[in-house]
């Protein structure tokens, strides 16, 4: 049997895989079983943010193994210590940190953070506990995080979901504001939406949304898993912003492909856990740890002022091809998390690229989703567009021809 036969065989069907089997990756490139290279512009959904098999995480990793990989968050790892220190120096005043495996279960602490607060701080009525999220939001697909998601596709087969998430607009203060009663307790937003779209929350609607949470005293939980980490030129979302959460949560390419997530929550909750409220077995595993602080170091100024300038070069290149073309609806998005919706379903033209040696995705059904790794050059963004061209050009053929 091939590989494809023997997936098929002994996996659940959870996955919808292209054909492409992977060999071996390095910086910003992937090459298959036959040896064909590609270019990487997904980064395995934001994951190896700072390339594949980079050489600085290798070596941590190779080091922290020679020492441990598992000693139990019943004693001091510390690796993982300095990891919390760092994070919490890159994040707000007296923050406290709690790692985890993936941003799924990052979101699951945040929620089950803020339900602490709202039993800890009630309203007059009692007790508060219902959490405003958005429409077209994606947080997770554990039972909470899955009800906390806007999308009704993912809530298919798994109704009844957990009680009490509520969906206001995206950038739409008044939504928010309809839904507020004595029961709230927080609100629940991606900076950025990534499988919504590549949706940007507007700042003015961000600054008017932390305005409200403090008149409120709601938290506002910001979910970083995929605009986090450098992505949008900053290490967080929220400082394009110039706002501060009360909650952020981080995962994906905090480790750079090993798993990994972190809740980060500022002065008015940092104290609300106490001992035996929460906890993870393999959370915060020395040898991810070791990978993360890697990739901090790696993220400095300079690295992430690069970024910046290079995201700027692939946004002004993706305008060009929206002005030649009128299936492109919109160019949008922040930094290196940019989207570009069609007017027609995007997979076609996805997959067409994987065919010319660029890989990207396809989300929301009409949106090309570009998530490349920060360090690509003007060069790779150049043979992208190029490649994304003739994808173009050749579906508008083809809807012009019928």
């Keep these: 049997m091939n590989i494809k036969q023997v997936e098929g065989k002994y996996f659940m069907h959870t996955y919808r895989r292209s054909n492409l089997v992977i060999k071996k990756t390095k910086n910003q490139f992937i090459w298959d079983e036959k040896g064909k290279k590609y270019l990487d512009f997904f980064s395995g959904i934001s994951v190896c943010n700072i390339g594949h098999c980079n050489e600085a995480v290798i070596k941590a990793v190779k080091t922290q193994l020679g020492s441990f990989a598992h000693v139990s968050n019943l004693y001091y790892a510390p690796v993982q210590i300095k990891l919390g220190e760092e994070l919490a120096k890159r994040s707000f005043p007296q923050a406290r940190i709690f790692l985890s495996n993936s941003g799924a279960e990052a979101n699951e602490c945040a929620i089950k953070l803020a339900r602490k607060f709202g039993f800890l701080n009630p309203s007059k009525s009692g007790k508060r506990y219902e959490i405003i999220c958005f429409n077209d939001s994606f947080h997770g697909r554990s039972m909470a995080t899955a009800s906390a998601t806007g999308q009704q596709r993912f809530h298919e087969y798994l109704k009844p979901l957990q009680e009490k998430f509520v969906f206001a607009e995206v950038n739409n203060i008044d939504s928010v504001k309809e839904l507020v009663n004595d029961r709230t307790v927080a609100v629940m937003i991606e900076p ?152 027609v379903n995007a997979q076609k033209v996805v997959d067409y690229c994987l065919d010319k040696g660029l890989v990207i995705n396809c989300t929301h059904n009409t949106v090309i989703r570009i998530l490349p790794a920060l360090i690509i050059t003007k060069k790779d963004i150049d043979n992208a567009i190029k490649i994304l061209d003739e994808a173009l050009k050749w579906q508008t053929k083809i809807l012009k021809n019928g």
């Design 192 to 343: 950025i939406q990534g499988e919504g779209g590549i949706i940007p929350a507007e700042k003015t609607f961000l600054r008017e949304l932390r305005e409200f949470c403090d008149d409120k005293n709601l938290l506002l939980i910001l979910d970083e898993i995929q605009c986090g980490i450098g992505r949008t030129g900053k290490f967080y979302a929220f400082e394009s912003y110039d706002i501060r959460p009360d909650i952020v949560t981080i995962a994906k390419s905090l480790a750079n492909g090993l798993p990994l997530g972190a809740t980060i929550a500022g002065k008015k909750c940092a104290e609300i856990f106490v001992y035996g409220d929460h906890g993870s077995t393999f959370g915060g595993n020395p040898v991810s740890c070791a990978a993360a602080l890697a990739v901090l170091k790696i993220l400095n100024a300079k690295f992430l002022n690069n970024s910046v300038k290079t995201a700027k070069y692939l946004r002004g290149k993706l305008e060009g091809l929206k002005k030649n073309y009128s299936i492109i609806k919109e160019v949008r998005g922040i930094g290196l998390m940019l989207g570009v919706e069609l007017t």
